[in-house]
């Protein structure tokens, strides 16, 4: 069965630190992988997609994902975090039908 | 701004009502979605439909239906609401079909039966 995991529910980082969320996935061949970020009463906003190519993609507010095939993995990453990153980031992944699978998400705090 | 525009934001539903929730998209997309969203459990697809006219069920459509008269709108109807429909509901739409592209979502309703 298609599924996606986000092993940390929650995870806390100071402002201005490295982040790297993760996200692991279950299917039989490279699906189509996004990152989406959810903040407080908002809807969800795509931060970036693979689809094929370059396994390092650029997204929106300075992040950015690494597809590694052998890992099934598509990990999120920012090198210097802000307090405005503190929301929740869901990992998701599509097979090409209408339904896209997501992750449960990792909420992000960020400390002064 | 283009968009997707729910409503309402919010609402408390007493059990037994009938409810429809609205969705409406200015951006010409050809599918849209209905996702809940529950803690813990991410969000789950109740109803999608890949262009007008038709429509199809997703992981959880028990107690919930949809139509789709035309590209824009997209509604959510509840028939009889049981507390187990509480919850946050996201409308989303995508500019092909199979969501390849990424979603665009609404910015909620949050509903609560009691």
């Known amino acids: 069965a298609q599924s996606v995991t986000q092993p940390d529910i929650h995870i806390t980082v100071s402002e201005g630190a490295s982040l790297e969320l993760r996200c692991n996935y279950s299917y039989g061949a490279t699906p189509y992988l996004f990152w989406y970020v959810q903040s407080p009463g908002q809807g969800l906003q795509l931060l970036l997609k693979?689809?094929?190519?370059?396994?390092l993609v650029q997204g929106i507010k300075g992040f950015e994902a690494e597809f590694k095939r052998s890992q099934s993995s598509f990990n999120l990453r920012k090198p210097s975090v802000h307090w405005s990153d503190a929301a929740e980031y869901f990992c998701?992944?599509?097979?090409?039908?209408?339904?896209?699978?997501f992750g449960a998400g990792t909420r992000l705090f960020v400390k002064a | 701004i283009a968009g997707i525009t729910q409503a309402p934001t919010s609402q408390i539903l007493a059990a037994g009502r009938r409810m429809t929730l609205r969705c409406t998209q200015d951006?010409?997309?050809?599918?849209m979605y209905w996702y809940r969203q529950d803690l813990g459990l991410g969000l789950r697809l109740i109803h999608y439909?890949?262009?007008?006219?038709?429509?199809g069920k997703g992981e959880v459509p028990d107690g919930y239906s949809v139509s789709r008269a035309n590209t824009d709108d997209f509604p959510l109807t509840l028939a009889s609401a049981v507390p187990s429909q509480t919850s946050v509901y996201f409308c989303?739409?995508?500019?092909?079909?199979?969501?390849?592209?990424?979603?665009?979502f609404g910015s909620g309703t949050r509903l609560t039966v009691v």
């Open positions: 951006m010409r997309h050809n599918a």
């Open positions: 439909s890949n262009t007008a006219g038709t429509t």
């Open positions: 693979y689809f094929s190519g370059d396994t």
């Open positions: 989303a739409s995508s500019g092909t079909t199979g969501a390849v592209d990424g979603y665009t």
């Open positions: 998701a992944i599509n097979t090409g039908g209408f339904k896209t699978i």
